[in-house]
């Protein structure tokens, strides 16, 4: 197989959004950048994806997030 090149993307987070991701990454034995890196590859459905339902939920969170994205409620 191939080796992928990864490439590194940064996101604005408040301090309380980035200390409880730690701490739900830290329940599932994970860094933060390992479970955002996960939804990433979900989301795009890459083949690092976790399958076919984390694909779907994925897709089923983004449909509901455009809604308030396309509506001025995002920010």
């Known amino acids: 197989m191939e080796r ?16 409880r991701l ?8 994970a860094t933060p950048g390992e479970l955002l890196a996960a939804f990433v590859a979900d989301i795009t459905c890459s083949d690092r994806s976790g399958g076919g339902d984390e694909r779907m939920y994925a897709d089923d969170w983004l449909n509901r997030q455009a809604y308030r994205w396309f509506n001025g409620k995002m920010g």
């Open 22 to 29: 730690a701490g739900i990454a830290a329940e599932h034995e």
């Open 4 to 19: 992928q090149i990864m490439k590194r993307i940064y996101v604005s987070i408040t301090v309380e959004e980035k200390e």
